[in-house]
C-alpha cells in the first residue's frame, strides 16, 4: 500500500495552505476531502483580513497580526505558483463606531474627510479609518488549490474519512467508506466536521452565517470595506458587493432565509443608498467552525502523529498563512515561532 508523509483531512484554505508549505519542506502530502476542496466555510467568508480589534479574543491577537502581515507574501507566492489572482485589496477599512478601542492605527474621520475617502456612504456617527485588507476567499482558495497541485499534492475528493487508524499506539492513517491510506502523520483540518473524526474528541460545532452579494452599481462605488454594528461590506474589484453576516449556533443547517437576507440587503442599503438600484447576485449560508472557547486547536493530539488544525471561527482565511507555518513546523519537529499552548487540542481533554 502507498503512504504518504502526511495525510490531510479537509481541504478547506487551512488544508491546502498546510498542504503547500509541507510541499516546500519536500513531505509527501494527501488531502482527503468529504465534498468538493474549498467549498465550505472558506467559500463562504466575506474574506476581510482584520489583523486584531478590541473583538480579538487576547491569546489570538499576536498570531492575527503576524497573520495579516503575511498576507502580501502569501497571496504573491499562491498567484505566482496558481496564475491566478486572489484580489487582495489593501484599501482599508472604515469602521463606523462609536469609539474603536485597542486599534492603535485606527484614524479619526471627520464628516468632511469621509465624505472624500466614500462619497456614497450615508452615516452620521463617528467612523475611524483602519489598515486593513480584504481578500477573495474563492479566488484565494483557487489560487491555493491549484498551487497545491502544482506542488505534486495528492488530492481525493467526495471520500469522508471515517476513521483514524491507530497502530502499537500511534497513528498508522485513515479510513474512508472505499479505502485506507497509509501515513504515519495524520492533521485534521475538518473544519465543523472536524468533531466527527474517532477516536480523538476535538470539540468542533458549526456556526452558520447568511451572507449576499449585490451588483448592478458602479464598480467603484465603494473602495474600502465597511463595518457597522448591524453589517459589513466588502467591495470586490470585480464590482460585486458582499453583505453580511449573520452568527448562528443552529447546527449543520445551511439553509438562507429569505427575511434575513432582506434585512442584510436593507441594511447595506442604509449605509449605502446607492445600493438601491442593484440586485442581489447571491445568497448562500456557510458553517464556520466553532469550539467551546473560540479560539482555533492547532497542534498535536494525545495520539502520536495525530494533529489537529480546525476551530477558527470567523478567521480561517486570516490565520491561514500563519497557521499553515505552525503546524508545519510542529509537524516536523520543530518549535513554532510563536507560542501555540493557548490553542492545545488537549486543553479539553480531562
Given at each position: 500500500m502507498k503512504s504518504w508523509d502526511v495525510i490531510i483531512v479537509g481541504a478547506g484554505i487551512i488544508g491546502l495552505s498546510l498542504s503547500f508549505e509541507l510541499r516546500k519542506r519536500g513531505a509527501s502530502v494527501l488531502i482527503v476531502e468529504r465534498g468538493e476542496p474549498a467549498r465550505e466555510s472558506s467559500h463562504a467568508a466575506a474574506g476581510m483580513l482584520v489583523g486584531a480589534s478590541a473583538e480579538t479574543l487576547p491569546p489570538l491577537r499576536s498570531l492575527a497580526a503576524a497573520s495579516a502581515a503575511m498576507y502580501p507574501e502569501f497571496v504573491h507566492e499562491l498567484q505566482d505558483e496558481s496564475g491566478l489572482k486572489c484580489d487582495l485589496r489593501q484599501h482599508g477599512t472604515?469602521?463606523?463606531?462609536?469609539?474603536?478601542?485597542?486599534?492603535?492605527?485606527?484614524?479619526?474621520?471627520?464628516?468632511?474627510?469621509?465624505?472624500?475617502?466614500?462619497?456614497?456612504?450615508?452615516?452620521?456617527?463617528?467612523?475611524?479609518?483602519?489598515?486593513?485588507?480584504?481578500?477573495?476567499?474563492?479566488?484565494?482558495?483557487?489560487?491555493?488549490?491549484?498551487?497545491?497541485?502544482?506542488r505534486g499534492v495528492t488530492v481525493t475528493s467526495g471520500n469522508e474519512v471515517q476513521e483514524l487508524l491507530v497502530s502499537d499506539g500511534r497513528v498508522s492513517g485513515v479510513r474512508t467508506q472505499s479505502t485506507t491510506y497509509a501515513s504515519h502523520t495524520v492533521v485534521n483540518c475538518a473544519g465543523c466536521w472536524a468533531a466527527q473524526l474517532p477516536p480523538f474528541k476535538i470539540p468542533t460545532r458549526p456556526i452558520k452565517g447568511q451572507m449576499l452579494s449585490l451588483v448592478g452599481h458602479s464598480k467603484d462605488l465603494l473602495r474600502h470595506a465597511v463595518r457597522a454594528s448591524q453589517i459589513y461590506l466588502v467591495p470586490r474589484s470585480d464590482g460585486r458587493m458582499l453583505a453580511g453576516a449573520t452568527v448562528e449556533d443552529v447546527g449543520?443547517?445551511?439553509?438562507?432565509?429569505?427575511?434575513?437576507?432582506?434585512?442584510?440587503?436593507?441594511?447595506?442599503?442604509?449605509?449605502?443608498?446607492?445600493?438601491s438600484h442593484s440586485r442581489i447576485l447571491e445568497d448562500w449560508a456557510g458553517l464556520r467552525p466553532g469550539t467551546p472557547d473560540r479560539l482555533p486547536i492547532l497542534g498535536p493530539t494525545s495520539i502520536p502523529?495525530?494533529?489537529?488544525?480546525?476551530?477558527?471561527?470567523?478567521?480561517g482565511i486570516l490565520l491561514a498563512p500563519i497557521s499553515a507555518k505552525i503546524m508545519a513546523a510542529v509537524i516536523s519537529g520543530q518549535a513554532p515561532e510563536y507560542d501555540i499552548s493557548a490553542f492545545s487540542p488537549m486543553r479539553f481533554q480531562l
Open positions: 472604515i469602521h463606523v463606531a462609536d469609539n474603536i478601542e485597542d486599534m492603535g492605527d485606527a484614524e479619526p474621520l471627520d464628516h468632511a474627510a469621509l465624505l472624500e475617502l466614500e462619497p456614497a456612504l450615508k452615516i452620521n456617527r463617528p467612523a475611524f479609518l483602519i489598515k486593513e485588507s480584504s481578500v477573495d476567499p474563492r479566488a484565494l482558495c483557487a489560487a491555493a488549490l491549484k498551487a497545491a497541485f502544482h449543520y443547517d445551511k439553509h438562507t432565509v429569505p427575511e434575513t437576507i432582506q434585512h442584510m440587503h436593507r441594511a447595506a442599503i442604509d449605509l449605502v443608498p446607492a445600493l502523529g495525530y494533529f489537529a488544525a480546525t476551530g477558527h471561527l470567523r478567521d
